[in-house]
């Protein structure tokens, strides 16, 4: 699981180059018609042009015209763009999508690794207690977020209890305010990651050689400092991993939001995510095609930032 | 060396019990709501006082049920074969040296890999209306009929059989394709799994791309019927909607516990390529 793309672009192509040229001079026993390998690549290949390249591509082109979704649109410029930045439902949006990974991404880089540590050790039973752990992410996001809706709901366990036990007067209106929305919501997505990335972590530890950790006993290190020092610096990639792809999954939150807030997005909308904004500007029947695919690349902007942040964050690492 | 005095390892095994009921408890939760009949309160016990399986039967009275779940084995059923299938078609080929243009396409095939799909469904939603798929089951499947993870899956299975096995088929007189059904594929299976649960999975669980595609509630997935379930003022009992929701979840788990090292090799095999 080593991060194998992460290393420099240019000492890659040349390693690839290489292998490549090893593996066709050895190949000389197998000879091939020059058209088979595109015979086999031919179905996936038309569909990921049809369904990932050429869509990209239409966004980019529709995000500088008036398009809407039952007509055509003549180019307007960078009219799309201009108008996002004075929209306050695109700034709602945004700020809610960067608050989300904000709060998300550090809670999913170091819980999951807790977890990981808690479930290392091969004591009896700890198969049961890792599967266990895993159950919420083969859970569909409709499944979890029904569930966290009933616990949730102002007649929800969750605030029955807080009653009967005199806690709150009032039940607390975590599905109903849109601060407590957005904040119910990122519990879930937390709740949901915590067995997906725990998963990468324990392959991770996997790695870590034994004797470090046992030299570092010898040292007299105790159970924390082994982890701080010993632990941690040996994951530092696999955090790195973790955080861009749990950033990206946290920008493009929709379901759970949907779910526990409803098809508006919170009262009056005020928890709308980025996604959410772009079913809601681009589709239905006054659907603005054009402004909702230059919120879509604005989206897209953003995930790659942080891919290429996490892509510098571990290249400095390894030099 | 890492001593395990009796204190710690109850220790360990008391976080590991609290974590339990963290992570299985709300599913838990609903799994004994679904349980409980009518007559009692959801809230005034944890367990049903008498356990009932009338809820299931309502749900699937009250909502047609079967048909969505029918409809969802459509699209999974069409995802599975397409993905298996197409994957690991172009999987070998990418494997293979010796060709031109094989770096576009690589570098073509890892774009793709940075566009999230939520920048791309309006557009994608234009292509699959423009062929007359809109609001079909077809127009669910067929965006994600081949994934360009399972394509990287299956390059790096072909890539590590060994090329004596390879030529040794050429010496037999073994044809491309025959080398590829014989050889290749066999040796893949570990991989052709994951491929197979991933894309399942993927089918069964999606809910914002069918949400786009389907108006009709006759072609309604799972999914989305259940958020139909649960929308329904009609239905506001969290009984029914807890019998839904466990229904959906209960053949992904089955699944999980049969098939379980394919689920955690699937986590593994995609971090690389991401």
């Given amino acids: ?319 | 060396m890492n001593r395990t005095t009796p204190a710690g390892l109850a220790g360990r095994y008391l976080t590991l019990c609290l974590m339990l009921v963290v992570m299985l408890g709300p599913i838990v939760w609903q799994l004994l709501t679904s349980l409980k009949s009518r007559q009692e309160s959801v809230y005034d016990g944890l367990l049903p006082s008498s356990p009932t399986l009338e809820n299931y039967s309502r749900v699937a009275e009250s909502f047609p049920l079967f048909a969505y779940v029918g409809n969802t084995l459509v699209v999974c059923a069409l995802a599975v074969v397409s993905n298996c299938l197409f994957a690991s078609m172009g999987g070998y080929a990418l494997s293979r040296a010796g060709w031109r243009g094989r770096q576009v396409v690589f570098t073509v095939l890892v774009a793709t890999l940075m566009f999230p799909f939520e920048s791309v469904m309006i557009s994608m939603f234009l292509t699959v209306r423009s062929m007359g798929l809109a609001d079909t089951l077809v127009g669910v499947w067929l965006p994600g009929a081949v994934s360009v993870l399972n394509l990287f899956i299956m390059r790096a299975a072909f890539l590590a059989v060994p090329r004596e096995m390879e030529e040794a088929a050429v010496l037999d007189g073994a044809s491309e394709w025959q080398r590829f059904t014989r050889v290749f594929l066999p040796s893949a299976k570990g991989a052709l799994a994951v491929v197979c649960i991933t894309s399942f999975m993927g089918a069964w669980d999606d809910f914002l791309w069918p949400l786009i595609v389907l108006t009709n509630s006759e072609n309604y997935t799972l999914q989305l019927g259940l958020k139909a379930l649960s929308g329904s003022s009609l239905v506001n009992d969290p009984r029914l909607v807890a019998a839904g929701a466990i229904a959906a979840l209960l053949p992904m788990m089955l699944l999980f516990f049969c098939l379980q090292r394919y689920f955690f090799k699937g986590v593994g095999e995609g971090s690389i390529k991401t």
């Fill in chain 1, 1 to 319: 699981m080593s991060p194998a793309p992460r290393t420099s672009p240019k000492a890659g192509r040349a390693a690839r180059r290489r292998a490549a040229r090893a593996q066709e001079t050895d190949h000389g026993l197998v000879h091939r018609r020059w058209w088979t390998p595109y015979l086999f690549l031919l179905p996936g290949l038309a569909m990921v042009l049809t369904f990932s390249l050429w869509p990209f591509v239409n966004t980019v082109v529709l995000s500088l015209t008036d398009a809407q979704i039952l007509r055509g649109g003549g180019f307007v410029g960078l009219d799309n763009y201009r108008r996002a930045l004075g929209d306050p439902a695109f700034w709602t949006a945004l700020t809610n999508s960067v608050l989300y990974t904000a709060v998300v991404v550090p809670a999913l880089v170091l819980m999951p690794l807790a977890l990981a540590v808690l479930v290392e050790r091969k004591v009896p039973g700890i198969g049961f207690f890792r599967s266990a752990y895993y159950t919420p992410v083969i859970a569909s996001a409709v499944v979890v977020g029904l569930m966290w809706q009933w616990l949730l709901r102002s007649d929800g366990l969750v605030n029955t209890v807080l009653v009967r036990l005199r806690v709150v007067a009032e039940p607390v209106p975590f599905l109903t305010d849109g601060t407590l929305l957005l904040v119910s919501a990122m519990i879930v997505t937390i709740w949901k990651g915590l067995g997906y990335y725990m998963v990468f972590y324990l392959a991770a530890l996997g790695n870590v050689p034994r004797s470090l950790h046992e030299a570092a006993a010898i040292d007299g290190a105790g159970a924390l400092r082994r982890f701080l020092h010993v632990t941690i610096p040996s994951v530092k990639p696999m955090m790195l991993l973790v955080g861009t792809l749990s950033a990206i999954s946290a920008l493009r939150v929709f379901t759970e939001v949907y779910i526990l807030g409803g098809e508006s997005g919170g009262p009056g909308g005020d928890s709308r995510t980025l996604p959410f904004l772009i079913r809601e500007v681009g589709l239905g029947f006054a659907g603005e095609t054009g402004y909702a695919a230059a919120i879509s690349i604005l989206l897209f902007l953003l995930t790659l930032v942080f891919s290429l942040l996490g892509r510098r964050l571990s290249k400095g690492d390894e030099r």
